[in-house]
């Protein structure tokens, strides 16, 4: 069974939001404040409250988290993805076709059966 994880920076979502945010291409790389914003979020409080989730004092309700994941063009389960290998697959399998993800799904299942 896996360790719980606590708010405080050990939190997957922090983590994985500010990667996320921080990966985002040199063309449209994100401030806390413009990623908020852009997310819905009131502009006077955009700052503090992305502040607040990259360092896992507050987690967004889940219809922000899917405008976040849009905005950083990552999946939504990336963002709460516990395992960094996990995650990695995750933004991989993110770009592909989806008949690249079907041939993906059966070679990952084959390997998961030997």
Do not use: W
Not at 23 to 40: F, H
């Amino acid at each position: 069974m896996k360790e719980a994880y606590v708010m405080a920076g050990n939190q997957p979502f922090a983590k994985r939001l500010k990667e996320a945010r921080m990966r985002k291409s040199a063309d449209r790389r994100y401030s806390q404040e413009q990623l908020g914003i852009e997310a819905g979020i009131a502009e006077e409080t955009a700052s503090a409250r992305m502040n607040q989730y990259e360092r896992g004092v507050h987690l967004p309700d889940l219809g922000t988290a899917e405008r976040l994941a849009k905005l950083l063009d990552v999946p939504l389960a990336y963002l709460f993805c516990i395992e960094d290998e996990l995650a990695e697959l995750l933004l991989a399998a993110h770009v592909l076709t989806p008949e690249q993800c079907r041939q993906l799904t059966v070679q990952a299942r084959e390997v998961a059966n030997h």
